[in-house]
């Protein structure tokens, strides 16, 4: 992991097409601007691991629901 310090309006090229710029900083907090191309997918990663967690629960299932259905038909 590289850790870097940057100060507003200061950027960090990834590549030669991702952008991170930083917007603002200060409370705690700072907001970035990122520019990249639209292929390129950037999430939150709690929002991926969120999404991940509950593809995990998607997944897992009690077979006896099947079994079920089969007795029922």
Known sequence: MLVISRKKGESVLIG??????????DDGTVK???DA????????????????SENKKAVNFD??????IKNNK
Request: aromatic residues 2%.
């Open 32 to 34: 970035l601007a990122i």
């Open 16 to 25: 030669d097409d991702i952008e991170v710029t930083i917007v603002k900083a």
């Open 63 to 68: 077979s006896n629901v099947l079994k079920q």
């Open 37 to 52: 191309p639209q292929s390129v997918r950037i999430l939150r990663k709690e929002l991926y691991n969120q999404v991940k």
